[in-house]
């Protein structure tokens, strides 16, 4: 088991910058793949972003490309997302999901593990 807790959320003018956190706790956090999802009210959950293991594997939606940035401290079980330029399309809650495995998928149903989730809520 894997548990994640993510952090760093709140409220921010378009323009702005945040970086969420996320800290696993469990199995070893090296073995996982990480990723962010986001989901706005009435909307279905999107990929935004994944890192594999050493983190110089990175994936990214298109609709965050240039803007947000994933990283992982594996000594400190913990992955971010670095958000600048932030837009009021941005708003939505943002999850942490961890999958065992080296491979970056973007679809959530294949990640094993998601933490609760942190409100990020870009003003215009």
């Known amino acids: 088991q894997v548990q994640l807790v993510e952090s760093g959320g709140g409220l921010v003018q378009a323009g702005g910058s945040l970086r969420l956190s996320c800290a696993a706790s469990?199995?070893?956090?090296?073995?996982?793949?990480m990723a962010w999802f986001r989901q706005a009210p009435g909307k279905e959950r999107e990929f935004v972003a994944a890192?594999?293991?050493?983190?110089?594997?990175?994936h990214y939606a298109e609709s965050v490309k240039g803007r947000f940035t994933i990283s992982r401290d594996n000594a400190k079980n913990t992955v971010y997302l670095q958000m600048n330029s932030l837009k009021p399309e941005d708003t939505a809650v943002y999850y942490c999901?961890?999958?065992?495995?080296?491979?970056?998928?973007?679809?959530?149903?294949?990640?094993?593990?998601w933490g609760q989730g942190t409100q990020v809520t870009v003003s215009s």
């Open positions: 999901a961890a999958r065992g495995g080296s491979i970056l998928y973007i679809v959530g149903d294949e990640y094993d593990y």
């Open positions: 469990g199995r070893t956090f090296s073995w996982y793949a």
């Open positions: 890192i594999g293991w050493s983190g110089s594997n990175t």
